[in-house]
């Protein structure tokens, strides 16, 4: 099967050379249509509609509505918010998914983004400070951290992609992440480990004598 495969590098190249990004853009396209169902029925800036809706809260988690570990990552507050992540799930998400393929890509987004709300949640408990929580950054970070190591991996490049530029703009964005005010930073830092570890896991590196 393709997602347990050690393809070489030719089958590599014919898989990049062919459309292979379905699933990425299956992501984007649910994520526009939540925020557009959330606007026609309300506001995505009104929380008690995004809570409504499925966004993320620890004492509705604690009574058993686990789900929204789930269906927080493709709810937005805002048009800036959804844009933000859309566009950097478009250009970051397709390079993964070439990289694993489909099914491997998809585990390592939810995968990934689930335990960015985990760590959120966690972080939420332990600080006694609730609030609610939305969006998909959990899972373009997991993505981030899935690159990182597939990088680490290939001698730090993949394509045009470098490890010391992907390295710079996932810190940076960490970093901002626990410098600003509103933004879920422990989501994003548990998306990236989630990601970082399931690829480590799921990658498998290229037969280099095969090119």
Known sequence: MEEYGYPNEDAIDRMRRQPKHWA?????????LVFAAVELTGSSM???????????WLPYIEEGQVYRLVTSMFLHFGLNHLGNNMLLLLF???????????WKYLLIYLGGGILGNVCSCFNEWH????YVSA??????FAVMGALVAILLRERGRVG??????LGFI???????GFTASGVDS????GGFIGGFLLAAWLYRKRDRNQA
């Open 186 to 189: 422990y989501a994003h830092l």
């Open 46 to 56: 009104d929380t008690e509609h995004m809570l409504d809706w499925g966004a993320s």
């Open 135 to 140: 969006g998909a950054s959990g899972g373009v």
């Open 127 to 130: 600080s006694a400070d609730f």
């Open 24 to 32: 990425n853009l299956i992501i984007i396209g649910i994520n526009i």
């Open 160 to 165: 045009d992609l470098t490890l010391r530029r």
């Open 170 to 176: 996932s810190l940076l964005s960490i970093y901002h």
């Open 92 to 102: 970051l998400g397709d390079t993964l998914e070439s990289l694993v393929g489909k």
